[in-house]
């Protein structure tokens, strides 16, 4: 056991506009498209409930009601699914939420940026340390979910973190973008951050990915950042304030990332969570050998 306080809240931003998947996305939030047969916001719920979060925080927009519907019990589609004898898909629906945890939601009611949504959210949060997961970066662990080994760090440090990966030298201008300080622990902690920075600019090529555990002190930098990067109140200033006075890791997880806000990504997860499933990896496979004389 340690001395910091339990990692309880995790916020969810899932009020951006999915620009990239239109027209997909003009009435279907970006979080509800489906990675074989789960919404991607779902996956990252499960990420989150599987580190010990017990308080689910969307913070959503005025269209966003797919999203709330998707974790709202439904005792009438569960009752005729039992009716129809199919017991196993009535499992899979209830209960998507476990009972020890709750939602909360909080409308942003522009999107102003990431920073801005994840301020919506300080009322519910206060001033604990807490969670920021975005679910449109997917991520496929072995082990522990990528939250789960943050998780797990904070409480052997005490020290929030984000977490990040290697990025093309030639992409960072798509990632906010950290430099690292190693500790006599081998722990990289963030000296630097900048957002979107190109390659000349770049610190490094360590990627943030959605994933985070904050301190609640950052509320109260957001307040005071402005618009930055794409006219967007962006969370990575804040981030950088916060460096003055709390040490954050960059914590590199292990696991596959897919950013599944861009259309290759989502299709790659597609594929390869599609090989994970035992009644379709065979059906896959043998597609796939169909394809190859497509190169030809
Ligand atoms: P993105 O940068 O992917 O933006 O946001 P987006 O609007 O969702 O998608 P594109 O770029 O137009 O295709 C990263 C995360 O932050 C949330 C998004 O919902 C997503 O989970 N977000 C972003 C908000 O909640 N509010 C905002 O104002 C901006």
């Not at 913070?59 to 009716?83: C, N, Q, R, W």
């Not at 000349?200 to 002190?217: D, F, K, Q, T």
Request: include cysteine; charged fraction near 25%.
């Amino acid at each position: 056991m340690t001395d910091f306080p339990p990692i309880r809240k995790a916020v969810f931003p899932v009020a951006g506009l999915g620009t990239r998947f239109l027209p997909a996305t003009k009435s279907i939030p970006k979080e509800m498209l489906p990675i074989v047969d789960k919404p991607l916001i779902q996956y990252a719920v499960e990420e989150a409930v599987e580190a010990g979060v017990d308080t689910i925080i969307f913070v959503t927009s005025h269209k966003k009601g797919a999203i709330l519907d998707h974790f709202d019990p439904d005792a009438e589609l569960e009752s005729l699914l039992l009716a129809k004898g199919n017991d196993e898909l009535r499992k899979r629906i209830h209960n998507i939420i476990p009972d020890h945890v709750s939602t909360r939601y909080v409308i942003q009611e522009k999107a102003l940026g990431l920073g801005h949504a994840v301020w919506c959210a300080k009322n519910l949060v206060g001033d604990e340390p807490f969670a920021v997961l975005l679910a449109d970066d997917l991520i496929r662990s072995k082990g522990s979910g990528c939250l789960k080994q943050m998780v797990d760090e904070y409480h052997a440090t005490g020290a929030g973190s984000l977490g990040v990966e290697e990025v093309p030298s030639s992409m960072t201008d798509r990632y906010g973008i950290v430099s690292v300080e190693k500790d006599a622990t081998e722990r990289n902690y963030i000296r630097q951050i900048v957002e979107k920075p190109s390659p000349e600019n770049a610190p490094s090529n360590l990627g943030v990915v959605g994933r985070y555990i904050l301190p609640g002190e950052i509320f109260a930098l957001l307040e005071s950042v402005q618009a930055g990067v794409g006219g967007e109140i962006q969370l990575t200033d804040a981030i950088s304030r916060q460096l003055d006075s709390k040490p954050l890791l960059a914590h590199a997880f292990e696991g596959e990332r897919y950013d599944c806000g861009s259309r290759h990504g989502f299709i790659r997860a597609t594929v390869d969570y599609a090989l994970e499933h035992e009644d379709l990896r065979d059906d896959m496979l043998a597609y796939f050998d169909t394809l190859r004389d497509l190169r030809n």
